[in-house]
């Protein structure tokens, strides 16, 4: 399984874009970008998902390369609730058995 | 609204004790898994079953037993519990095929004393 890179920490102001960038550039090509976050105290929670294309829905967008090495997730109007940690992960689609996290960008929204 | 649900969301215990931590999905899901979650060192993988009574280990299972007798329930099972079990314990399921994210629980934070 791909191991993906992350930076520790980020910060952004309420109400702006928050983009969220992954290194996966020993990805394959079966397997998916994921993206999970974790607000303090709770368990992880689903974001996204995408294998090639662009994907959206009604909490982010995700942009992946042309060739697949990276990727950006975005938070279209960061407000105080997104602040989290937020993981990135690679996984082959037909593999549900684990996933591999890392310790993800703890991200900081600001008033 | 799709749940997994943990039986405890705090739990305190002895050293020694025989621990038996509960999880409960409602999605009809074929993959539950249990993780153990510690600062600085992300969530790692105890145990996970594909299937009814099937499990497989994870990547840290010493120390540990799971129980699926049902699909819907994934027990986690400290057999002597000791102080550096003390960690969050998170319970996630996921469909079999195709993949439309994991569900995860809110936590169990139990504290060995």
């Known amino acids: 399984d791909a191991k993906t890179t992350q930076p520790p920490s980020m910060d952004c102001a309420e109400g ?4 969220l960038p992954c290194n996966h550039s020993t990805i394959s090509g079966n397997e998916y970008v994921y993206w999970y976050r974790q607000i303090h105290s709770q368990g992880p929670q689903y974001i996204i998902h995408g294998l090639k294309n662009n994907e959206t829905n009604e909490m982010a967008s995700l942009i992946i390369t042309e060739d697949r090495k990276s990727s950006t997730l975005i938070l279209p109007h960061a407000t105080l609730r997104d602040t989290a940690v937020y993981y990135c992960i690679a996984e082959n689609a037909g593999n549900n058995r ?3 996290w890392g310790l993800g960008t703890s991200l900081a ?3 | ?3 997994v649900t943990q039986s405890s969301r705090y739990l305190v215990k002895r050293t020694g004790e025989k621990v038996f931590l509960e999880c409960v999905q409602d999605m009809d899901h074929e993959n539950m898994f249990w993780y153990r979650q510690d600062p600085g060192l992300g969530l790692r993988l105890i145990y996970f079953s594909y299937d009814v009574k099937m499990k497989e280990k994870g990547d840290i299972p010493e120390g540990y037993s799971v129980s699926r007798e049902k699909k819907e329930r994934f027990s986690l099972i400290l ?3 000791s102080t550096n079990q003390t960690s969050m314990y998170l319970c996630a399921s996921s469909l079999q095929v195709g993949s439309y994210g994991y569900t995860f629980g809110s936590g169990t934070r139990l504290t060995v004393v």
Do not use: Q, T, W, Y
Request: proline content about 6%; cysteine-free.
């Open chain 1, 16 to 19: 702006r874009a928050a983009n």
């Open chain 1, 98 to 100: 684990k996933l591999i």
């Open chain 1, 109 to 111: 929204v600001n008033p």
């Open chain 2, 1 to 3: 609204d799709v749940k």
């Open chain 2, 79 to 81: 057999e002597s519990a």
